[in-house]
């Protein structure tokens, strides 16, 4: 991710603990739509034919804080489907109704090193999926959503996504036949997993459900309200409504460090500093512990997946919002600390 901007300026990007001050978050937040709009590097996602139709030329920026201040740019209100985004908030609300430990040996926490839907990491660790971000987790999760059928699951997770959004989301049935005329290869990881014993429902239902989930319609704003409700402890800083426990955002937030990129993850890390999930409708979410969920929406994807204006600006955004975990400056020197031995 090379970019002419470092991202570290010292002056701007320790992280405070606090967002700056708002005039300031709308003039960057533009600033970085201003700079990287006219990206036209990668393209746009055709593996699922209802996907290949995106515009281009979309995007969009929006920070929400914790406490429901909305900071957007471009193209933030245009719907698209979640995809891969939704593997965080259905594994926050499974680890919230049955327990983040039961959910730890289940799925696993550790990254596989290997794209998001191979079937070699399911392989190569006994028929454990290893993390909830790739297909393999992803699809042990949903089975692991409360509900005796298939209908009673899908409702589950779209009334908790649509708690984590703050609004009634809905299902983008163009994209939900799409990819269910070419979701072969997730039925195949879902079959395999039964072999092992992984799944705690019917394989081939249960992957029609985790294809729904994600073909629910979101926007920039929804993703940008979603990711500051697990930096906010769970509580919807819209509605103000507790969605999931305080404990569940934090075993979240590690899992989407570790993993929310695939193999890519480390890179992420060292480059921007946040947990963060990306999907390939073009959506990225990262969020920032405390502080708020810095959203982007762009269609044209890189190599791996990512959209290609959204690493870029988030890596910007970054920097200059003090939102890099790992950030930090020397403390003011008061010279030799004085240690005292009395009573």
Known sequence: MVDEFDGFDASRSVSTGHLPDRPLIDSLLLDAWERYRGLDEGAVADYIPALAAADPSLFGLCVAEVDGTIHAAGDVDHEFSIQSISKAFVFALVCQERGYQEVLERVGVDNTGLPFNSVMAIELNDGHPMNPMVNAGALVTTSLVPGASA????????N????FAGRRLALDVQVYESEAATNQR???????LQSYGRMGFDPLETTDVYTRQCSLLVSARDL???????????????????????AVCIRVLAALASSGLYEHSGEWLYEIGMPGKSGVSGGIVTIAPGKGGLATFSPRLDVAGNSVRGKRATRYLSGVLGLNLFASAAAADDGPLQISREG
């Open 224 to 246: 940008a309200v979603m990711a500051a409700t697990l930096a906010d402890g769970g509580v919807n800083p819209i509605t103000r409504e507790q969605v999931v426990d305080p």
């Open 151 to 158: 209908a009673a699951k899908w409702e589950y997770i779209q």
């Open 186 to 192: 997730n039925q195949g990881i879902a079959r395999l």
């Open 160 to 163: 908790g996504l649509s708690a």
